[in-house]
Antibody, heavy 115, light 113 residues
Framework: EVQLVESGGGLVQPGGSLRLSCAAS????????MTWVRQAPGKGLEWVAN????????YYVDSVKGRFTISRDNAKNSLSLQMNSLRAEDTAVYYC????????WGRGTLVTVSS | DVVMTQSPLSLPVTLGQPASISCRSS???????????LNWFLQRPGQSPRRLIY???KRDSGVPDRFSGGGSGTDFTLKISRVEAEDVGVYYC??????????FGQGTKLEIK
């Protein structure tokens, strides 16, 4: 069974940093592109970033470029999202999903940016 | 960027009745490989999104056959033949054809009358 489990969320002050992780199981991570999607409270879904199977290519939504970094460790079945210079508008539940087509999702981890 | 526009945004439906959600893209979603990549997701209250339909009309494993997807080019539809209580939630269309960025519709909230 495919499982994705996010962790690392929490309360952080504006300008601070946070690193999210996504533990993958039930499939071979190195065979799939991976995705981060976020959902602000009461709002819709927003694609955040993608990373190629081997980590050689990454793509970001404009609003996080230069601040967020997506990475992966296929040997450890793990996906990460390093978030720097956080803003109030980054407050959201962050989901990791398998593939660009998002066939499988985790339960998400809440990031709150507030002073 | 491809803009995805859903309608209606709110959909009250009587149990057992059909429902239909429209999704329009600002550009054609036909890929250079000839496939059209348009997906539908359902997010039940308090849950993560779940993919229901991919490539316009292909149902994911375990999705009831009362759900069907159709359309082409820029106009797409998700239909539920007979709404059940478990279908309540927010439905999103999404295009992974012309990315980055991957884009979602605004969401359609289905509720029971």
């Amino acid at each position: 069974e495919v499982q994705l489990v996010e962790s690392g969320g929490g309360l952080v002050q504006p300008g601070g940093s946070l690193r999210l992780s996504c533990a993958a199981s039930g499939f071979t991570l190195s065979n799939y592109w991976m995705t981060w999607v976020r959902q602000a409270p009461g709002k819709g879904l927003e694609w955040v970033a993608n990373i190629k199977k081997d980590g050689s290519e990454t793509y970001y939504v404009d609003s996080v470029k230069g601040r967020f970094t997506i990475s992966r460790d296929n040997a450890k079945n793990s996906l990460s999202l390093q978030m720097n210079s956080l803003r109030a508008e980054d407050t959201a539940v962050y989901y990791c999903a398998r593939e660009i087509a998002m066939a499988h999702w985790g339960r998400g981890t809440l990031v709150t940016v507030s002073s | 960027d491809v803009v995805m526009t859903q309608s209606p945004l709110s959909l009250p439906v009587t149990l057992g009745q059909p429902a239909s959600i429209s999704c329009r893209s600002s550009q054609s979603l036909v890929d250079s490989d000839g496939n059209t990549y348009l997906n539908w997701f359902l997010q039940r209250p308090g849950q993560s999104p779940r993919r229901l339909i991919y490539k316009v009309s292909k149902r994911d494993s375990g999705v009831p056959d009362r759900f069907s997807g159709g359309g082409s080019g820029t106009d797409f539809t998700l239909k539920i033949s007979r709404v059940e209580a478990e279908d309540v939630g927010v439905y999103y269309c999404m295009q992974p054809t012309l990315w980055p960025p991957v884009t979602f519709g605004q969401g359609t909230k289905l509720e029971i009358k």
